[in-house]
């Protein structure tokens, strides 16, 4: 703990959190399926290699040098692959949700492939890694990814020294790299541009390194992906709903059991996250099916449609109505946070304001950028506002200057729009094409939900798809890993392919 008055306020909210986690993932927003518990589909056995804790003390502010508070951040390791000592650290970034363990996915493969050690820190202030008891607007003025870069970076030199410790060596630096998905894809590029002598490369998988402020690509791309009948299904319902509303039939919320959102938008945004978890996830029949075949019977389309916002994605899925609700994202205890955390980091840092385009929607056009603007007011209060020019000017967008970082996207997915668009030697993206191939699909295989063990790519729809990438990503970071190798890490000798995996 540190020395100034506020950090009486700072506790290690364990044991508080042991009692009230839920995992509550921000699935409506681009998350992982969520945990098992919340929905029938995040359950499997073997989901995790290991969900042992392990704690270290990170400092609150990099940036103001007098400010020495500290808190306890939570992290994992997993050493069974380990070619120890001298096999390089995978160092799996967790983003923006309660980070509960090392996910048995495709990284586990890799990680044995290489003789990995796999390491992964939560995010500061999600799940159990949060600095404050209470997360006031004023408290979570340290959250932001230019704080979670430095963590990253002051965890990696701190577990560099205990792997040290461990095989009792001193200065041993070994070969690491990082990986993440989604906004911990972004965090994976940035780690790689902002501190390139501490990893030897980057996977960002759906990295969107781009903050969008009005992004209707988002909502476009739902369309591409559902293709022209289901999109007209999607585009009628929202007219229907649209059309209760107007009337001041609110009884159309019950239909979709979500009485309690009393904001319009609020509703509308449910909705419309609702279809476009269906593409980012690898499962669009689930919601494509039924529309296309209401339509060709002339059965209730609206009903249809609330039969899968209510069986699949708030029964199945495990999506909760509550997050939608903004007097529910006031609530600034910990355990009830992680929609909060996050949309607090969109209204400061990264937009991504899934508006309405102007032309051919399937959600509502009152989900415009108004309504983002009010949520943000209603939610911290007047002074937040996310400033995608100056988040663009530090990190460059899609004109990213890293290197040695591979982009893969799901072409079904909505936010590869603001990942890495082009292609070059130093960074290669990747499009993985097949029609269930979504958000994170290198590192998760498709569907995402229910959870496939080691990433299995056989349910893709075109598992060479899926493989083939995966083969170009495991040969740039075998080509990385030894380039880094001949610079001074790690003095193990080659053997054929530096790194044993001749083989793949
Ligand atoms: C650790 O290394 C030092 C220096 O080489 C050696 O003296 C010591 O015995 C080693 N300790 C263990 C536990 O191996
Ligand atoms: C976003 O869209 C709104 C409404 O269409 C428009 O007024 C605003 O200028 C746009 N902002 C940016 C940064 O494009
Ligand atoms: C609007 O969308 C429709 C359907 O995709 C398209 O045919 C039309 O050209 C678009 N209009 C404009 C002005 O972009
Ligand atoms: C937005 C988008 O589609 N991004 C890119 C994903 O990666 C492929 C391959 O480089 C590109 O063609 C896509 O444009």
Not at 412 to 425: E, I, T, V
Request: charged residues 20%; glycine residues 8%.
């Amino acid at each position: 703990m540190g020395s100034s008055s506020a950090a009486a306020r700072l506790v290690a909210v364990a044991a508080l959190l042991v009692l009230l986690a839920r995992g509550g993932e921000p699935v409506g927003l681009w998350l992982p399926p969520p945990e098992s518990g919340s929905g029938d589909l995040g359950a499997a056995a073997d989901r995790y290699l290991t969900r042992d804790e392990h704690w270290m003390s990170q400092t609150l502010d990099h940036f103001n040098p007098t400010d020495h508070r500290q808190f306890k951040q939570r992290y994992y390791e997993f050493l069974d692959y380990f070619r120890a000592p001298n096999g390089p650290v995978f160092l799996y970034i967790c983003g923006e949700a309660s980070c509960n363990g090392i996910g048995n996915n495709y990284l586990a493969v890799m990680a044995k492939k290489f003789g990995a050690a796999l390491v992964s820190p939560e995010h500061r202030y999600y799940g159990k890694s949060s600095p404050f008891e209470s997360l006031t607007t004023e408290n979570l003025r340290f959250l932001s990814s230019k704080q979670a870069l430095y963590d990253l970076a002051v965890f990696r030199q701190y577990y560099q020294e205990t792997l040290n410790a461990k095989y009792n060596r001193s200065g041993a630096d070994n070969s690491w790299f990082v990986f993440g998905g989604s906004y911990a894809g972004a965090l994976s590029a940035w780690f790689r541009l902002k501190f390139p002598h501490l990893t030897c490369g980057s996977l960002a998988s759906s990295g969107v390194v781009l903050a969008v402020y009005n992004f209707t690509d988002f909502d476009k791309q739902i369309g591409d992906s559902a293709g022209p009948e289901c999109k007209e299904a999607l585009q009628e319902v929202t007219k229907l709903v649209d059309g209760q509303l107007q009337s001041g039939r609110n009884s159309v919320k019950q239909l979709f059991g979500a009485p309690m959102l009393e904001n319009d938008g609020d509703f509308l945004y449910l909705l419309a996250d609702a279809a476009a978890i269906a593409f980012q996830y690898g499962n669009p029949d689930v919601l494509c099916s039924p529309l296309v075949e209401a339509k060709k019977s002339g059965t209730d389309l609206m009903e249809t449609f609330a039969h899968y916002v209510k069986d699949y994605y708030i029964g199945k899925f495990g999506a909760s109505v509550a997050s939608y609700d903004q007097q529910y994202l006031k609530n600034t205890t910990p355990a009830e946070s992680s929609y909060r955390l996050w949309w607090y980091q969109v209204c400061s840092e990264v937009a991504f304001f899934q508006v309405a385009p102007k032309n051919d929607s399937i959600r509502s056009a009152k989900i415009d950028a108004r309504y983002h603007l009010d949520l943000c007011r209603n939610v911290f209060g007047e002074g937040v506002y996310p400033d995608v020019f100056m988040t663009n000017l530090y990190y460059g967008g899609t004109r990213i200057a890293g290197s040695k970082i591979v982009f893969a996207n799901g072409s079904q997915d909505p936010w590869r729009h603001a990942s890495k668009q082009k292609s070059s030697d130093e960074m290669p993206s990747y499009l993985i094409e097949c029609k269930n191939c979504g958000h994170c699909s290198d590192l998760s295989g498709c569907p995402q939900a229910p959870s496939n063990i080691e990433g299995d790519s056989s349910k893709c729809s075109s598992p060479e798809a899926l493989n083939k990438v995966r083969k170009q990503i495991v040969d740039h970071i075998d080509l990385w890993l030894s380039e880094c190798q001949d610079q001074g890490h790690d003095k193990e000798p080659s053997l054929g392919s530096r790194w044993g995996i001749a083989t793949l």
